[in-house]
């Protein structure tokens, strides 16, 4: 087919579907420019799901007359004027192209009116068109209707959810701004009914309980991180009060709601002794720092960023969560027999300097578990030990991989891993990007005590492993390395680190079915007794059940 230049309609259909890809899309832009313009106040309304009709009104600056028709020509803005603009971006919206999209797409009413101007103004579009306009008496701020969308690109109406979905998805952007800007008050109705009514906060965290309840925003715990030109602050969950998935874990960016990955894998890896595979925390992060630091000019719609030094961020973010998961008490894992209640236990605070991935080794009282007498043990699986407050029943693979997670992480700190050499090398058959990825890591992994090396175009030998590994879980070991490292989803080589470390504790430590002696026994439990972190495994599974003492009582009819 010939090169034509194409019709300006059909470019700004495709413009527009850059922006414009569902109702959300268009109170998200719609909502930021009342946030711009100083708003106070919020009202959204929706019909049909967004689909129908979209209604946006604030009691911002407003637009004056001269310029109304003029907001809605692409690349239109009054946020920008100079290329070096761009990297110095002050505002949500900045690229001109919100409104001229939305009118590409629908049939828009504006009535505005600019502080200062005695009347306002009223304009009516459709597809793109200026069909009316005209001056009129209204209130300072906007109100922008938006009717039948996408009515002239019926292809991209097919593509759209259901009502209940394209619901969903405007309550999630109002409530990420009502978040970001608690002192703003939104008012969210769908359908004519009350959905979110969330008068302006005194307090962010007032904001956190009028979404999720008071009971969520207590348990949070508040963040607060800073370096000479980045601040974070926010709240985390504590660990135990989990999600099945990341739809609690918002991050912005200089007041921008984004979706980044690697903001949750920072959070995440503070978390990756503490939570069980495949829940997630709730976390609510603000990320403050300078203007040119960050570019957000990196998408059409504005929702995500790139940050001009990436590695930095992601050790704050996770340095902030990780303190604030230090200086919370420890959660005492009861039976299930009685209420999942916290035990009070003592903070022990963050020590200045920490590394993130290292936990410090409390002593005496402040090691969490309180001194244990080993009584036997139950089913070659579960240690059962007396305490002074009730009968404690131990995981003893659990316990072994905390205890040597710990172990390991601190010798780490010191240099490489004891690694024992193998009297015959054992051979792997792995495929050519198996071999490029170990053969890339293979310093790292010989940090760890793990030397391998290349063997042929499909093989890799492995001449010494970490002392506390045995030649039999070579393989099983190796073939997590290889997983994650497919994953490749962290980016700091101190996290695959640590997971890597996990992962030969995990095949390192006694297994369930495994026949103990009491002293084995005992010397694991006083072991457990110095960790840090005790309650969990280094992937989040609970070591220790308690059963209290006055609860045995009860269940022997021993009240008095």
């Known amino acids: 087919m010939p090169i034509r230049v194409l019709d300006p309609e059909l470019v700004a259909q495709i413009a527009a579907g850059e922006v414009i890809e569902r109702p959300a899309s268009v109170v998200k832009e719609l909502v930021e420019n009342a946030l711009d313009a100083g708003a106070s106040r919020i009202e959204v309304e929706t019909e049909g799901g967004g689909r129908s009709r979209i209604r946006v009104a604030d009691d911002g600056c407003g637009i004056p007359a001269a310029e109304v028709a003029l907001a809605f020509a692409r690349h239109a803005t009054s946020k920008i004027s100079a290329p070096e603009d761009l990297f110095r971006i002050a505002t949500l919206g900045f690229r001109g192209e919100a409104l001229a999209a939305i009118a590409a797409v629908a049939r828009v009413t504006c009535r505005t009116r600019a502080v200062g101007e005695e009347l306002g103004t009223y304009v009516r579009i459709e597809g793109g068109e200026i069909r009316e306009q005209r001056p009129m008496a209204r209130p300072p701020g906007t109100e922008m209707i938006v009717e039948d969308l996408f009515f002239n690109t019926p292809a991209r109406r097919k593509f759209l959810k259901g009502e209940g979905a394209e619901r969903r998805a405007i309550d999630l952007w109002i409530s990420r701004y009502a978040l970001a800007y608690p002192r703003v008050a939104f008012f969210l109705r769908h359908d004519r009914r009350e959905a979110l009514t969330l008068p302006a906060a005194r307090e962010p965290r007032h904001r ?174 579960y240690i059962v030990a007396e305490g002074p407050d009730g009968l404690y029943l131990l995981d003893q693979h659990a316990a072994h991989e905390r205890v040597l997670y710990e172990e390991l992480m601190a010798r780490r700190q010191e240099g490489p891993l004891p690694a024992q050499p193998l009297l015959q090398p054992v051979l792997l058959e792995v495929s050519p990007e198996e071999g490029s990825l170990l053969e890339e890591h293979q310093e790292t992994l010989r940090e760890l005590g793990l030397w391998i090396e290349p063997f042929g175009p499909r093989a890799v030998r492995v001449r010494a492993i970490p002392a506390v590994l045995s030649a039999e879980a070579i393989r099983a070991v190796i073939q997590d390395l290889l997983f994650d490292l497919h994953e490749a989803r962290r980016p700091m080589e101190a996290a695959l680190e640590a997971r890597w470390i996990r992962s030969i504790c995990k095949r390192a430590a006694v297994k369930a079915g495994q026949v103990l002696g009491m002293e084995q026994m005992q010397h694991l439990v006083r072991a457990l007794e110095r960790c840090a972190m005790p309650w969990t495994c280094p992937h989040g599974r609970p070591t220790v059940l308690r059963f209290p003492l006055g609860q045995l009582a009860h269940q022997f009819g021993r009240e008095p």
Not at 325 to 348: C, E, H, I, K, N
């Open 208 to 381: 956190l309980a009028a979404l999720y309840g008071a009971e969520v925003a207590e348990a949070l715990l508040e963040v607060h991180e800073a370096d000479e030109e980045m601040r974070i602050s926010g709240w985390i969950s504590p660990p135990g009060m989990d999600r099945p998935d990341r739809q609690e874990m918002a991050f912005f960016v200089n007041g921008r709601w984004v979706q980044d990955r690697m903001l949750p894998a920072a959070v995440l890896q503070a978390y990756h002794t503490l939570l069980p595979a495949g829940r997630f925390p709730w976390s609510f992060l603000w990320i403050d720092l300078p203007l040119d630091a960050v570019d957000v000019n990196v998408h059409p719609a504005k929702i995500e960023v790139r940050f001009r030094d990436p590695d930095r961020v992601f050790r704050l973010v996770q340095r902030a969560a990780h303190r604030a998961l230090r200086q919370t008490a420890p959660r005492v894992f009861q039976s299930v027999a009685s209420p999942m209640a916290p035990v009070s236990m003592p903070a022990r605070p963050l020590p200045p300097g920490e590394p993130a991935d290292v936990l410090p080794k409390p002593s005496g009282e402040e090691a969490g578990l309180p001194p244990l007498r080993v009584i036997g043990q139950l089913q070659a699986t």
